[in-house]
């Protein structure tokens, strides 16, 4: 499971949290192409800040691609130049 923790120095570092996809999916249980809706609060010393205002715009849930089969090479269409 993902894991947006504060007190992670490369979160502090870049100020940014990433969260797979399928971490995301298993969570809150939304369909593919559902947009993904969040507030965020951001936490220091003294505490939690406010919850920012729900998004209404950005990422939708994606399915996983499927898997690519292994390419088949025709080797009497091969012209060497």
């Known amino acids: 499971m993902s894991d947006c923790l504060g007190t992670d120095a ?12 399928l971490d995301l999916q298993a969570a809150t249980g939304l369909s593919v192409d559902t947009l993904i809706k969040v507030k965020v609060a951001a936490r220091n010393g003294k505490g939690y800040g406010s919850y920012s205002e729900l998004n209404t715009a950005g990422a939708v849930v994606e399915s996983l691609p499927t898997v690519m089969t292994a390419p088949n090479i025709d080797t009497t269409s091969i012209v060497n130049t």
Request: aromatic fraction near 0%; proline fraction near 0%; include cysteine.
């Open 10 to 21: 490369t979160i502090i570092a870049n100020t940014v949290c990433t969260v797979a996809m």
